[in-house]
C-alpha cells in the first residue's frame, strides 16, 4: 500500500546534489501524491517523469498560481503589488494573454541576439577569471565567479549598466528568501519595480540593441504597444527567472563536478564534452525544490489519478529527472550520457525562453573553468557547504575553493 499522506514541500534533502530521498518511493508506488500544502489546503505532487510531461501540455492544466508551496507566510495584497511598480509575469497567465508576450519575447531570443552576446559572455567570464587568477587562492566562487557572471550577462541582455547589478542581486535575494518580513519583500520589490519603470523610460528615450529597446521597437502582431507597466513586468521576470537559476545552476554544476573528479577530469581532457556535460548537469541538478506550480482550471487526470477543478499541482522536475522509468542509472553523474529529453526546462507553453542563452552561458563557463582553473577544488567536505535549503531557488550560499 503506497503511503499517501499529503507531505509538504520542501522534503528533507539527505545528499546536497540529490533530490529528496522520498521521491524515489513516491515516484515508484505514487507519481501523482497528495501535497499538504502551508495554508492546510491540500493538493498534488507530481513526480514521475511522464505524468510531469503529461501535466506540462494538459490544456486542463493552468499556469496561474493560486497558492503558496514555500513556508514563508509573507504575501502581498493586489492592491500593495500594482503599487510596487514590480509588474505582471506572464509566467503566471495562460493562453490567450500568454501568446501575446511569448510571442513578442520569442522574437527577441533570436539567434542573432545570442551569437552577439557570445562574445560580451566569454569577456565577463575571462575577466573574472583573470581576477582569481591574479588574486591566487583560495577564493569564495559563489561572490566572485557563479554569482556576478550570470548577474553581468542579464545586464547585457537588458541594456543595464554593469554598476546596477549588485542593486538587482540584493533585491532577488530578499525576495528568493524563504523568512523575510513584508516591509522587506516590499521594499525589494518595489526598488525593483521603480528600477525597470526608470530603465523602460531611458531606452525609450535613448534605444539601443538591449532587450527592453527591442520589445519597445517591435511592434507586437496585434499592433497594440507594450505599456511602460508590462515593459517593467517583463523585465523583471527576465532578472528573477534568469539571474537566480543560472547563476545556482552554475555553482551546483560546479559542485557536482568538484564531487565527480573524474568527471572534472574528462571534461578538462576533452572541451568537446562540454556542452554534452552541460545538458547532463541540467538533467542531473535542480534550482526548483518547490517544483512548478500549477492549478486545475478543469477536471482532469494525471498519470490515472482524479483530479478536481481548482486542486493546486506542483511538478516537481527534480524528481522527473531521476526517473529510473527514463533516464538509464539516473542518479549517476555522467557527462558522457547520451543527450535526451529533460524537463530540466520544462517544456510547453511555458518552456524556458533562455534556455539557449543558459546554455551558451553554461558551455562558456564550465569550459573555461576546467581550462583556466585545472586545479580547483573544494577546501571543505561537501556536508560543510552552506546549502540554500532557505531560499525558493536552491544552490550554495558559498563555495571555499584553492587551486
Ligand atoms: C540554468 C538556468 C535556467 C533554468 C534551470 C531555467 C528553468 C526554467 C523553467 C523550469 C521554466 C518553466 C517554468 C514553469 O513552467 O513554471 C522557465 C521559464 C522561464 N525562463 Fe528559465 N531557466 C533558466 C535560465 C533562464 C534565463 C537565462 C532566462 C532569460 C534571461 C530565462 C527566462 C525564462 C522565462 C522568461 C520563463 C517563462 C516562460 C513562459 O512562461 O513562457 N530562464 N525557466
Known amino acids: 500500500m503506497p503511503d499517501t499522506t499529503p507531505r509538504p514541500l520542501p522534503l528533507a534533502r539527505r545528499c546536497p546534489l540529490d533530490p529528496p530521498e522520498e521521491y524515489t518511493s513516491l515516484r515508484a508506488e505514487c507519481p501523482v501524491s497528495p501535497l499538504a500544502l502551508p ?44 503599487a510596487s511598480g514590480f509588474g505582471d509575469s506572464f509566467i503566471g497567465m495562460d493562453a490567450p494573454e500568454h501568446t501575446r508576450y511569448r510571442k513578442m519575447l520569442t522574437g527577441q531570443f533570436t539567434v542573432r541576439r545570442l551569437k552577439a552576446l557570445a562574445p560580451r559572455i566569454e569577456q ?9 587568477v591574479e588574486k591566487g587562492p583560495p577564493a569564495e566562487l559563489v561572490r566572485d565567479f557563479t554569482q556576478p557572471v550570470p548577474s553581468l550577462v542579464i545586464c547585457e541582455l537588458l541594456g543595464m549598466p554593469y554598476a546596477d547589478s549588485a542593486e538587482f542581486e540584493r533585491n532577488v535575494d530578499v525576495m528568493m528568501r524563504l523568512e523575510r518580513s513584508k516591509d522587506e519583500l516590499l521594499g525589494a520589490m518595489t526598488a525593483m519595480g521603480s528600477y525597470m519603470h526608470e530603465l523602460v523610460r531611458t531606452k525609450r528615450a535613448n534605444p539601443d ?33 534568469g539571474y537566480a537559476t543560472t547563476a545556482n545552476m552554475i555553482t551546483m554544476g560546479t559542485l557536482a563536478l ?59 522536475i527534480e524528481a522527473a529527472n531521476r526517473d529510473p522509468g527514463t533516464f538509464e542509472d539516473p542518479d549517476s553523474f555522467d557527462v558522457t550520457r547520451k543527450r535526451q529529453r529533460h524537463v530540466g526546462f520544462a517544456y510547453g507553453a511555458h518552456q524556458c525562453l533562455g534556455q539557449q542563452l543558459a546554455r551558451l552561458e553554461l558551455g562558456i563557463v564550465f569550459g573555461e573553468l576546467v ?17 540554500r535549503d532557505d531560499m525558493q531557488i536552491y544552490g550554495a550560499h558559498e563555495l571555499p575553493v584553492t587551486w
Do not use: C
Not at 489546503?41 to 493560486?66: H, Q
Not at 545538458?279 to 487526470?301: C, H, M, N, Q, W
Open 258 to 316: 568538484l564531487t565527480h573528479r573524474e568527471q572534472w577530469d574528462a571534461l578538462r581532457a576533452d572541451p568537446a564534452l562540454v556542452e554534452n556535460g552541460v545538458e547532463e548537469i541540467l538533467r542531473y541538478l535542480s534550482v526548483a525544490p518547490f517544483g512548478l506550480p500549477r492549478t486545475a482550471k478543469e477536471d482532469t487526470e494525471i498519470g490515472g489519478q482524479r483530479i478536481r477543478a481548482g486542486d493546486p499541482i506542483v511538478l516537481s
Open 124 to 132: 565577463i567570464v575571462t575577466d573574472h577569471l583573470d581576477v582569481l
Open 39 to 82: 495554508d492546510g489546503n491540500v493538493g498534488w505532487l507530481v513526480s514521475g517523469f511522464d505524468e510531469v510531461a503529461a501535466a506540462l501540455v494538459d490544456p486542463a492544466v493552468s499556469a496561474k498560481r493560486k497558492f503558496q508551496t514555500n513556508v514563508s507566510p509573507v504575501t502581498l495584497t493586489p492592491e500593495e503589488f500594482v
Open 371 to 387: 581550462r583556466r582553473l585545472p586545479q580547483l577544488r573544494l577546501t571543505v567536505p561537501l556536508e560543510d557547504v552552506p546549502m
Open 209 to 241: 540593441d538591449g532587450l527592453i529597446s527591442g520589445l519597445i521597437r517591435d511592434t507586437p502582431s496585434d499592433g497594440v504597444p507594450l505599456t511602460d507597466e508590462e515593459l517593467a513586468g517583463i523585465g523583471n521576470l527576465l532578472m528573477i527567472a
